[in-house]
């Protein structure tokens, strides 16, 4: 008997990872309906048998909003009262403060998250943020969907997102099971999951443990399952990996030395990004004037949320920098359009690829490069004209880095700017060093083999449809 599926994509990373992932090569009993607000070109290129719609428009209003903050406030403060590890309040979930307004509400949640650090309180706040969406008019038009349409079981790609909780509320209000799939590593400790789910499906048996950690109420410990992750399925294509004269002469890189690449974080805990990319310019500068083997940094900012402060970095070392900008940030295409579909996962792919290593401040795109067998290596020293705002002990607290308490050599950590220059003068020994425990962490986090992620997914999806 034919089910039919809605899948339910908010983000286009998400779907891109997907598509890469096979996902949508459905098993020959299934029917799919792919629901969204994303763009991309892979939308057009989904086989013909699936539809695609596009999501209501969406219309929450303050109050909604304020009760997601304060429920995620909450929530940290609770699960520091009731964890092993008390650092959850780190994790941020003001989005900014930058007039009163701002300010006067984020303050008035951190006062009122003390009375409702509680399962009770937690519990209330969700029934409140969950009614108050139940009035939005994208709720209604999304039961008002569902119930034209009728399917088995809602798939949705993304725990966090707003534009998720509606359509996954509506569909449980009408009795339809709902699997929910955690799109990061780092995301159970956070504290914003946005919506419930029948089940869930997680990266990792760490990660199961984690969501029976924190929703030891909510989750049955049978109604998770370890499928794996489709964000690293492309690394084992070679489809993906775009032909290194293409890729250097797209991006005008030098052929003739080893590339390092620094990765930029999200702005709000990246503050001082531009500070370390100079000290590795400086140590390859200095490095290059009295040694045969040259490298090079290539720098990928975050596509999302873009520093300017590396304009004039880039500026100033534009000899021993170039930035590798993802295809949708360039005003031209710099490679031929047979590399438009996959383009943007390939850019990533053949960056890491043709790396030597990575240089980043605490940025889980080291988690990439060691799937690629590159070193990672974290900046951990303090900046004397950082910003102000800036804590670079305060961000190697977060819990999700509890995950190297059993690999504590995974990720090399330099402890001041002077060891970037003794990296550089004996980087082939440190390249062996630790391969294993290097790939033994990488595998505690995102089930191996990576590229069967698709057929472990569609395994849960027939033992919930069945």
């Given at each position: 008997m034919r089910k039919k599926i809605i899948s339910i994509f908010v983000g286009y990373q998400s779907f891109e990872n997907h598509y890469a992932s096979d996902f949508f090569e459905t098993p020959e009993n299934i029917d799919m309906l792919v629901w969204h607000?994303?763009?991309s070109s892979a939308l057009g290129k989904l086989p013909k048998d699936i539809q695609t719609q596009q999501l209501p428009e969406f219309d929450y209003k303050g109050k909604t909003d304020f009760l997601r903050y304060l429920k995620a406030k909450s929530t940290l403060r609770y699960n520091d009262k009731t964890q092993a590890t008390k650092k959850h309040l780190l994790y941020r979930v003001a989005p900014g403060k930058s007039n009163f307004k701002k300010k006067l509400k984020f303050g008035l949640i951190s006062v009122l998250s003390r009375?409702?650090?509680s399962k009770k309180g937690i519990q209330k706040l969700e029934d409140n943020f969950f009614n108050q969406t139940r009035t939005s008019t994208y709720y209604n038009q999304c039961l008002a969907y569902l119930?034209?349409?009728?399917?088995?079981?809602?798939?949705?790609?993304?725990?966090v997102s707003s534009l998720s909780l509606a359509p996954v509320l509506?569909?449980?209000?009408?009795?339809?099971?709902?699997?929910?799939?955690?799109?990061?590593?780092?995301?159970?400790?956070?504290?914003?999951?946005?919506?419930?789910?029948?089940?869930?499906?997680v990266w990792s048996d760490y990660m199961?443990?984690?969501?029976?950690?924190?929703y030891p109420d909510e989750v049955k410990e049978n109604n998770i399952k370890v499928t794996g992750t489709p964000q690293f399925v492309c690394y084992t294509k070679p489809e993906y990996l775009i032909e290194k004269e293409l890729f250097y002469k797209a991006y005008n890189l030098p052929i003739n030395k080893k590339l390092l690449c620094f990765s930029g974080n999200f702005t709000s805990i990246g503050m001082d990004d531009p500070l370390y990319l100079k000290d590795l310019a400086e140590a390859v500068k200095a490095h290059n004037q009295t040694s045969s083997e040259q490298y090079h940094v290539i720098l990928r900012a975050n596509p999302a949320d873009y520093n300017q402060g590396f304009?004039?970095?880039?500026?100033?070392?534009?000899?021993?920098?170039?930035?590798?900008?993802?295809?949708?940030?360039?005003?031209?295409?710099?490679?031929?359009?047979?590399?438009?579909?996959?383009?943007?996962?390939?850019?990533l792919d053949s960056t890491l690829y043709y790396s030597s290593a990575i240089f980043n401040i605490g940025s889980t795109m080291a988690l990439d490069a060691i799937l690629l067998g590159k070193p990672a290596f974290y900046c951990h020293y303090k900046q004397t004209n950082g910003h102000k705002d800036f804590n670079i002990d305060r961000l190697y607290q977060f819990v999700h880095f509890k995950t190297f308490n059993k690999h504590p050599k995974a990720i090399h950590l330099l402890q001041k700017p002077e060891a970037l220059a003794r990296i550089l003068q004996d980087f082939d020994t440190l390249e062996q060093q630790n391969r294993d425990e290097r790939a033994a962490w990488a595998k505690s986090i995102a089930k191996h083999p990576l590229n069967e992620f698709r057929a472990r997914m569609y395994n849960a999806f027939q033992n919930v449809l069945s």
């Open positions: 607000n994303v763009k009375c409702y650090a119930k034209a349409n009728t399917p088995d079981m809602i798939y949705c790609s993304h725990q509506a569909a449980r209000d009408l009795g339809i099971p709902v699997v929910s799939f955690i799109h990061s590593w780092d995301n159970l400790p956070k504290g914003n999951k946005m919506l419930k789910a029948d089940y869930y499906l199961k443990e984690e969501m029976t950690a924190y304009i004039p970095i880039l500026a100033e070392y534009k000899d021993v920098i170039t930035e590798v900008i993802p295809t949708w940030n360039h005003e031209e295409f710099p490679l031929p359009d047979t590399y438009r579909l996959n383009s943007n996962l390939g850019v």
